[in-house]
């Protein structure tokens, strides 16, 4: 494959994925982490994914972000598909389409809010204005501030705003309120749907928390490296109306 360039295609979804496994090591300590999943998702959703610890989660996410390459199984990429990439097809596509946000923020503490988010917008084909991103993930009035002068909310919404800025098509979020009290936890979840309305990028979210689920267009379930629960919901909820 010579690049992983495509645009949307209406009605066919953004990731399918198929029979996919992923197995660390081997012999009798090898771990089957993914055990054939089968999944569609499509374009512009927010995925809230739960599972118990060790279900597959994170393993999963690494792999539809490009960060990881399956054992076994396909996964494409609005039809391209990601397990034939080369190294440098996945580094482009990692670069040019997805974002990333952590449950640790890794901001520059020398570097004020606009600053952090700069560094990505140097390098990005078609960023947005620092500002911007950080408005839309409503950091406006601090943009000048340091990390050490935000509270931890802020500054994993300066990690929100630094992964949105370059445009992704797709935002993987790995346990990204998991540091965070249950009220600051809110704020970046807000964040991160008025992100996913705005931008319409397709929106993954990992969390142990079982309400997030709410604020969701689909719930993906793991347990023990399969799908146990793949649900779509109707009426999701805004996330300022959930607690836990
Ligand atoms: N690099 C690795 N080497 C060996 N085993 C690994 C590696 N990474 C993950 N695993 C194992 O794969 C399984 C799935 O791990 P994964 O991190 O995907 O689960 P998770 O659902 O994200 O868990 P958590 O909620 O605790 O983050 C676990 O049994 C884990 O120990």
Redesign the pocket.
Same mark, same amino acid.
């Given at each position: 494959m010579a690049s992983l360039d495509a645009e949307p295609d209406g009605a066919a979804p953004t990731y399918q994925v198929r029979d996919l496994s992923?197995v660390? $090591?081997d012999g009798p300590a090898a771990?089957h %982490?993914?055990r054939g999943v089968d999944i569609d998702v499509p374009e512009g959703e927010l995925i809230v994914v739960l $599972? %118990? @610890? $060790? @279900?597959?989660? @994170?393993?999963?996410?690494?792999i539809i972000g490009g960060l990881d390459r399956a054992t076994a199984g396909t996964v494409r990429f609005r039809g391209q598909d990601l397990h034939d990439a080369s190294d440098a097809a996945l580094t482009r596509y990692r670069r040019d389409h997805v974002g990333f946000v952590f449950q640790f923020y890794n901001l520059m503490p020398s570097l004020t809010a606009r600053e952090n988010v700069a560094l990505v917008t140097e390098i990005a084909r078609n960023p947005m204005d620092p500002a911007e991103a950080l408005e839309l993930v409503g950091l406006g009035p601090r943009i000048d501030h340091f990390p050490a002068q935000l509270s931890g909310g802020e500054q994993q919404r300066v990690a929100i705003a630094r992964a949105i800025a370059k445009r992704p098509d797709v935002m993987m979020c790995?346990?990204p309120t998991g540091a965070l009290d249950s009220k600051t936890g809110v704020r970046v979840l807000e964040a991160l749907q008025n992100v996913n309305r705005e931008l319409g990028a397709t929106t993954f979210l990992?969390t142990?928390n079982v309400s997030v689920g709410w604020m969701a267009d689909r719930v993906i379930e793991?347990a023990d $490296?399969a799908v146990r629960e793949n649900r779509v919901n109707a009426n999701p909820v805004p996330a300022s109306e959930l607690s836990w």
């Open positions: 992923r660390y $090591g771990v %982490a993914l $599972g %118990a @610890s $060790g @279900s597959g989660k @994170s393993t999963f996410l690494n790995d346990e990992i142990h793991f $490296g």
